[in-house]
C-alpha cells in the first residue's frame, strides 16, 4: 500500500497526515488500521519506532468523529493507558496532532505533578484521556475520575503494562471500564505468557505481527564487552569520550544506579543527567530537553523512564547493565537506528552477567559480537585472542563452565577467580544494592518501585531468570483467570 489514502480515512485526519508530510503508510498501520475501523479488538506486535501510535490514533479518532455524542461526566470515551510520563505525553501530542482538523478534547493524567489541572480537565468529560496507572487510580479513588463511559480501551507498551508490577493495578482498570468495548494491546515485543493473558482479556482479536516475537532492529550493531563490575565506571568513561559517539542512552537497572552513573561521568568531564522516576516532572523534562536540543550528549536513565524517548538521531545505547529479562534489551537497543538510521549497541558485561547475556542470544537466535576484554579477562585472567570478535557465549575452560553451570542451578552468581583486574585492584565482590528490578513508574509522584520478593535489600542478587519467569507465569496466570 503506498498511500493513507487507501486506508480510507476521513478527509479531515488525510489533510493533518498531509500537513505532518506523511505520505506512506507503514506496516503495522496497513494491517491494524482497517480492523480497527470496524470495531474489532486487535493485539499487535511490532517493533519500537514503526508507527504504532498513529496505527491506533488515526482509526480511534475516525471512529470517535463518525459517532459524536458528549462525553460522561468525569468519563472519557477513549482511555489509553501507557506505563510512564513521557510516553503519556507523547501519545497525547499525537491525538492532537492527527485530529488537528477535528479538535478532540484531549487531557493527560500522570504523577510527579499538581492534580488540580487534570481533575479540572475531567470535570466534563473528554474525548480521549491518556494516563499512567498510579494517578488514575488515585484520581478514581477521590472520585475525580470515572470510567463507566469508555468505549475503547488501549494498552500501549502491553507487555510492560502487563508485567508483574502492573498487573494489580491493570486488573483494577479492566474491571472499571463496561465490559462492553473495543479493546487494543499494542507493543513492541510480545512474550507468549502476555500473549495467553492477552487472549483473556480480548474478543477475538486480530492479530497483527510486523516482525517475529522480540525481534530486534536489523540496522542496530550490537556488540558486547566484558568487563569486572568494578571496572564499569572507567570503560563508560573511555567509550564516551569517543568523538563518533555523539548522542548516548546508557541504561542502568536501578534508579540509584542511575544517579550513581550520572554523577560519576560529570566527575569525569562529560556532561551527562540522569532520568528516572523519582525524578520530579520538571526535572524530567528539561533533562530530556537538553538531550534533544544536544546541550546534554549522554542520558543516563532506567528502563521505565526511557519507554517514552522518542528521539530518532540517538547514535549509541549503552547498556551499563544487562537486563535480566531479555525481552527488555530489545526495547533498550531499539532507541537507536531509528527512522531507518544506522545505530550501534554496546553491552558491559560483569562476570555476574553472563548468564543473561546468554539468554539474551537465545532470544534472538544470533551471537552477540565481542569487544574488548574476553570472559576470562573479566575474572582476573589473560585469555588467547585472534583479533576476530567472538560470539559472546564463546567456550570457556571446561572447568569455569562447569562452576559456572553448577553455580546457576543454586541460584548463586559465580565467585570471580582470585585474582587482579586489568586495571590492578583485587576484584571486589559484586553488590545487589538498591537492585530492583521490579521498578515501575506507576505515576504516583515518581513513587512506584516495588521490591521483587527475591530481593532483600543489600546483598548478593540471587534472582536466576527461569525462576523468575516461571514465577511471572504462574502469577499471569492466576490473574488471567480471575478476569
Known sequence: MKS?????????????????????????????????????????????????????????????????????RKSPRVLVVVPTRELASQVAQSFTTYGRHLRPNVAVIFGGVGQSPQVRAMAHGVDVLVATPGRLLDLMGQGHVRLDGVETLVLDEADQMLDLGFLPDVKRILGAVPPRRQTLLFSATMPAPIEQLAQRILRNPVKVYVTPVASTVELVDQRVQFVSRDDKPDVLTHLLRDPSVSRVLVFTRTKRGCDRVAKRLVQNGIQAQAIHGDKSQGNRERSLAGFRSGKVRV????????????????????????????????????????????????SLCAPEERAFVRDIEKLMRRSIAVIGAHPAEAHGRRAPTHGKPQPASAKAPARERQQEERAGRHGHPQRPVPGRTQTGHAPRQPRAEDSRPGQRDGGRGGQGTRRSPHHGGRGHARLEVHVARSESEQKLDTFGTGL
Open 299 to 346: 542520558l543516563v536513565a532506567t528502563d521505565i523512564a526511557a519507554r517514552g524517548i522518542d528521539i530518532d538521531d540517538i547514535s549509541h545505547v549503552v547498556n551499563y547493565e544487562i537486563p535480566n529479562v531479555p525481552e527488555t534489551y530489545v526495547h533498550r537497543i531499539g532507541r537507536t537506528a531509528r527512522a531507518g538510521a544506522a545505530g550501534v549497541a554496546i
Open 4 to 72: 493513507f489514502s487507501e486506508l480510507a480515512l476521513s478527509e479531515p485526519l488525510a489533510r493533518a497526515l498531509r500537513d505532518e508530510g506523511y505520505e506512506a503508510p507503514t506496516p503495522i498501520q496497513v494491517q491494524a488500521i482497517p480492523p480497527l475501523l470496524e470495531g474489532a479488538d486487535l493485539l499487535g506486535c511490532a517493533r519500537t519506532g514503526t508507527g504504532k501510535t498513529a496505527a491506533f490514533a488515526l482509526p480511534i479518532l475516525q471512529r470517535l468523529f463518525a459517532n459524536r455524542r458528549p462525553a460522561l
